[in-house]
């Protein structure tokens, strides 16, 4: 890492083959989180409608790891692969600044969705009471919260600068060593975003285990209803905490790496170690969208149902232009070589017949078209010296029974 006189100027602390691997890792990374967080929304916003309170905060999260990925990746991927900063010093603040700010803003998401999850399990007279006004406010207080401690370095409270390996940006963790304000910072940032996060998050889902486990013998010899109350409860905690284990684990080895330079000494933290921290933490914008997905069941149904109505879709359009082929090859005379593939009976084998579109009779109208594609089964009968032939359908039932 070194600056030239006029230009910022940023080098790779860490092998060529090791930039590589990340750069390749962070677009696995990105396509992925992308793909995920905007299937997700999509599904949200397809089922706007019944939305519930507390899915607010899953929207949200979408949203945030949607935000990193799209104003991180971009920059961090090019960078990775040049073996140095690409882009001048404005750029590597603002990208320090998305990252503090949509990082923070999971992490505070999941805070309020994991007190939330308390309020409704373990005090279900006020949970019942949590509504949509309740869930915008909070909402709008996480953004507010995680934009404070990431306007505080662009306002002089703490210092944004390149990271240790240098291809990306973020805390200048040299900081804190030479200026009080931003070790007050650093220590500010470490407490409230960090601790008392995870605080909140493990004595949350520690008390909603031990309520769920209490109450689970007494509530299985009540009707129904209630075993479908302990059910949801269940998933509620099963999800939360898949999520909220997934990403402290994303984020946990890089703020101990932070702190190990903040409050040691910086050179003695490998660069190397910097950078898989930083992968780590980058991927906390995959499993989100995975979790909620696969595991909750309404999201689960919206995407199933719009997979299966793209399929049907798609599937009539590719029938739509098998038809038409077929009315071109019957014009040409070469109807019977165009519909079917003669067995070693003589009946036809319709092959082109799908299972997700309409049958030919409710397409077209009319049952005959349906009649056209229909094998008949005949029998050849003798009758003296002459040969007759008859659908097996006419015969008697004593002659059928003989004949099949």
């Known amino acids: 890492m070194g600056n030239a006189s006029e230009t910022f100027l940023l080098l790779s602390r860490i092998s060529k083959n090791n930039d590589f691997l990340m750069g390749t890792i962070y677009t696995i990374f990105g396509v992925l989180s992308v793909c995920g967080n905007g299937i997700l929304l999509v599904v949200a916003y397809r089922k706007k409608s019944s939305l519930k309170?507390?899915?607010?905060?899953?929207?949200?999260?979408?949203?945030?790891d949607l935000g990193m990925t799209i104003t991180l990746f971009p920059l961090a991927i090019p960078s990775a692969y040049a073996h140095m900063w690409?882009?001048?010093?404005?750029?590597c603040i603002v990208y320090a600044f998305c990252g503090i700010l949509f990082g923070l803003c999971s992490l505070t998401n999941l805070t309020v969705l994991s007190c939330v999850c308390w309020l409704k399990v373990c005090s279900p007279n006020y949970?019942?009471?949590?509504?949509?006004?309740?869930?915008?406010?909070?909402?709008?207080?996480?953004?507010?919260?995680?934009?404070?401690?990431?306007?505080?370095?662009?306002?002089?409270?703490?210092?944004?600068?390149?990271?240790?390996?240098?291809?990306?940006?973020?805390?200048?963790?040299?900081?804190?060593?030479?200026?009080?304000?931003?070790?007050?910072y650093i220590i500010c940032l470490f407490f409230f975003c960090y601790i008392l996060p995870c605080t909140v998050i493990f004595l949350s889902y520690t008390f909603i285990l031990l309520t769920v486990r209490g109450s689970r013998q007494a509530v299985q010899q009540h009707m129904s209803p209630q075993n479908k109350i302990t059910n949801a409860h269940t998933l509620i905690v099963k999800l939360s905490v898949a999520v909220c284990f997934g990403f402290l684990t994303a984020w946990s080895p890089y703020a101990v790496i932070s702190m190990w330079a903040a409050f040691g000494n910086p050179a003695s933290v490998p660069p190397?170690?910097?950078?898989?921290?930083?992968?780590?933490?980058?991927?906390?914008?995959?499993?989100?969208?995975?979790?909620?997905?696969?595991?909750?069941?309404?999201?689960r149904k919206f995407l199933c149902r719009d997979v299966a109505l793209?399929?049907?879709?798609?599937?009539?359009?590719?029938?739509?232009?098998?038809?038409?082929?077929?009315?071109?090859?019957?014009?040409?005379?070469?109807?019977?070589?165009?519909?079917?593939?003669?067995?070693?009976?003589?009946?036809?084998?319709?092959?082109?017949?799908?299972?997700?579109?309409?049958?030919?009779?409710?397409?077209?109208?009319?049952?005959?078209?349906?009649?056209?594609?229909?094998?008949?089964?005949?029998?050849?009968?003798?009758q003296g010296t002459q040969h007759s032939e008859v659908a097996v359908s006419q015969l008697s039932n004593e002659m059928q029974s003989d004949f099949l």
């Open 272 to 299: 190397m170690a910097f950078a898989l921290a930083a992968i780590f933490a980058k991927s906390s914008t995959l499993y989100n969208p995975i979790v909620y997905l696969v595991f909750k069941p309404n999201f």
């Open 53 to 64: 309170p507390a899915e607010f905060f899953v929207v949200n999260l979408a949203i945030s």
């Open 310 to 382: 793209c399929r049907r879709t798609l599937c009539e359009c590719v029938c739509q232009s098998s038809s038409t082929q077929k009315s071109i090859c019957g014009q040409s005379h070469h109807k019977e070589e165009c519909n079917s593939t003669r067995l070693s009976n003589g009946l036809p084998d319709n092959h082109r017949t799908c299972r997700h579109c309409p049958r030919p009779e409710t397409a077209a109208g009319t049952q005959a078209t349906f009649t056209e594609h229909s094998p008949r089964q005949t029998v050849r009968i003798l």
């Open 86 to 91: 690409l882009f001048n010093k404005m750029t």
């Open 127 to 184: 949970g019942n009471k949590f509504s949509f006004c309740h869930a915008r406010l909070l909402v709008a207080g996480v953004w507010c919260y995680a934009g404070v401690f990431a306007v505080g370095p662009l306002s002089g409270w703490g210092e944004y600068g390149a990271e240790p390996y240098g291809t990306a940006c973020c805390i200048n963790w040299d900081a804190p060593s030479q200026n009080s304000a931003a070790m007050s």
